[in-house]
């Protein structure tokens, strides 16, 4: 029988310690809010005014007859051809400057690092080739495909050099990052015994994290279809451009058919990805691997193999043109134009001005996604039945379709400024957000789930005292991470004039004020790296 004093003693759940904490937590919340909201004009009641309603109302009725005619849907087959082949091209290309840069800036692979102490002239490399990946990745891909079209012009190669640069700096960071981590006492053994950097990564570390390399690589190339959409936008052709072209002419027909196409492409992309890493491939339930039939596996290698020759071979790449001598002069000539920048006081002001709006339209899109997204996420993770599939079709379709887009059309709406690119940052990240925090909360550890449901707890309370708390660190860690990610987003939704650094970046470039684009550049890539250097730092401490 019970002590009389354990039954009047309140249960775990209504002696919580931490409510004060929670509490202070939540006004600090509420109060930063407060001038994010100012910086991003956000009235989302604005969208509910007559004039906006009936605006939206005639572009949405089009989307209840997709444009399905052949003439029509063999154009977007083709411009779905361009789209994946640009991806496919510029992700090779970028291997092509992420694997050099890797091997020179991993010390495992330095020969003098064996001492214990690098000598002087690798680690100055090593230093050179790691700033140059950071400046790789930090300028996004619209961004360089914008400055792109200016020296090659119109077309798919600007897109695939854009994605190249971008994703080579990524390429090249992780690659680093995942032969730093091996075990490197294979390679320490080889580079002792005389071998080079190349025999001792072939024998020493590439066997040990091919699976981990393999999986980022085919994860980035499903990122890089995405993208190649989005680069359509400034010209450089596929389903990006259709897309653009139908939206500003309102055509709500041919937005609808454009989207789902685009959709199913990323979903098919999504497959071909999951099929494809080590890590997720025939995964059973109960967590056991069942390795996938090797002849299939084999045979979608060589389609993709096939896929990306075709890609070089399709797209009109002018390489003679591009690597010859007048076109080096060409880009030298264009990049001097940028310096000095312009650093009156009036147009850093205003360039402060811009910077402050990008950074409150990230921070702002990233926390209503947060809240959105764990919403979603309950429902994905704690429902059963229809419910659940719906959750989860919810947050596949939000996630499919990049900020750009979501601005494109919100602009319809809500007219121009930083608000609709606040609410495209939210939508396409309350997706990704979603997704990875219905996994996190189903791989919680259940046992004091359990000891609180059979103490009485409601289901509600198990979650806030139990399942919340153990995987709070992890979902802050996914919430930070995507921030990073935002920042970068919210620099490119002003090229549809959503506000921001992006959009002065787009009107500085259409006038030609170079020097002004130059200065308006560096501070995106400024901007970008205190936000991730930032991040990383709050996310260092949550793993500690």
Not at 18 to 28: E, P
Not at 253 to 260: A, F, G, P, R, S
Request: glycine share 10%.
């Amino acid at each position: 029988m019970s002590h009389p004093a354990a039954l009047s003693s309140p249960p775990p759940w209504q002696r919580d310690p931490l409510a004060l904490r929670r509490l202070t937590l939540a006004l600090t919340l509420l109060v930063l809010m407060w001038p994010l909201l100012v910086l991003c004009e956000f009235r989302p009641w604005e969208l509910l005014e007559p004039r906006s309603l009936r605006a939206t109302g005639r572009f949405l009725v089009q989307f209840l007859t997709p444009r399905l005619d052949g003439e029509f849907l063999l154009m977007v087959a083709g411009d779905t051809w361009r789209t994946v082949a640009m991806a496919s091209a510029g992700l090779a290309l970028a291997w092509i400057i992420a694997i050099p840069m890797a091997l020179l800036g991993t010390a495992r692979l330095s020969v003098s690092a064996l001492t214990g102490r690098m000598a002087a002239w690798p680690a100055a490399l090593r230093f050179v080739v790691r700033g140059v990946l950071v400046i790789l990745r930090s300028v996004p891909e619209l961004v360089w495909a914008l400055m792109l079209v200016r020296v090659i012009g119109l077309g798919p190669g600007s897109g695939v050099l854009a994605i190249a640069l971008t994703y080579g700096g990524m390429l090249g960071k992780v690659y680093a990052e995942i032969l730093e981590s091996a075990d490197g006492a294979p390679t320490r053994a080889l580079l002792r015994n005389g071998a080079g950097r190349l025999q001792a990564f072939f024998f020493g570390t590439l066997p040990g994290c091919a699976d981990e390399l393999v999986s980022y690589t085919v994860y980035r190339w499903e990122c890089a279809i995405r993208t190649s959409v989005v680069l359509g936008f400034v010209g450089a052709g596929g389903l990006g451009q259709q897309l653009d072209n139908a939206n500003k002419m309102l055509a709500g027909n041919e937005v609808i058919t454009l989207l789902l196409v685009f959709v199913a492409l990323v979903a098919a992309a999504d497959r071909v990805s999951a099929w494809l890493r080590p890590s997720r491939r025939g995964q059973e339930e109960g967590g056991r691997d069942r390795p996938a039939p090797r002849w299939g596996l084999w045979v979608l290698l060589t389609a993709l193999t096939v896929m990306f020759v075709a890609s070089f071979v399709s797209l009109p790449m002018h390489w003679g043109e591009w690597l010859s001598w007048q076109a080096f002069r060409q880009m030298g000539a264009f990049l001097a134009e940028f310096f000095p920048p312009q650093l009156s006081p009036d147009f850093l002001s205003r360039v402060g001005q811009g910077a402050l709006e990008t950074l409150a339209m990230s921070a702002l899109g990233s926390l209503l996604a947060a809240i959105a997204g764990l919403a979603l996420a309950l429902v994905a993770s704690r429902s059963s039945g229809p419910l659940r599939i719906g959750a989860r079709m919810v947050l596949n379709a939000l996630r499919s379709v990049p900020e750009l887009v979501w601005a494109s059309l919100l602009l319809i709406s809500a007219g121009l400024g930083p608000m609709p690119g606040t609410l495209a940052l939210a939508l396409h990240t309350t997706g990704v957000l979603g997704r990875l925090m219905a996994e996190a909360l189903e791989n919680a550890p259940a046992a004091n789930a359990l000891a609180l449901r059979w103490a009485g707890a409601s289901r509600w309370q198990v979650f806030l005292f139990a399942t919340l708390p153990q995987a709070a660190p992890q979902l802050l860690s996914y919430s930070l991470y995507r921030w990073e990610n935002n920042i970068r987003a919210a620099t490119v939704l002003g090229v549809v004039g959503a506000g921001g650094l992006g959009q002065m970046l787009t009107v500085h470039l259409g006038l030609f004020q170079m020097r002004e684009t130059g200065t308006v550049v560096l501070a995106m890539l400024l901007l970008v790296m205190v936000v991730d250097a930032c991040s990383y730092a709050a996310r260092r401490q949550l793993n500690r």
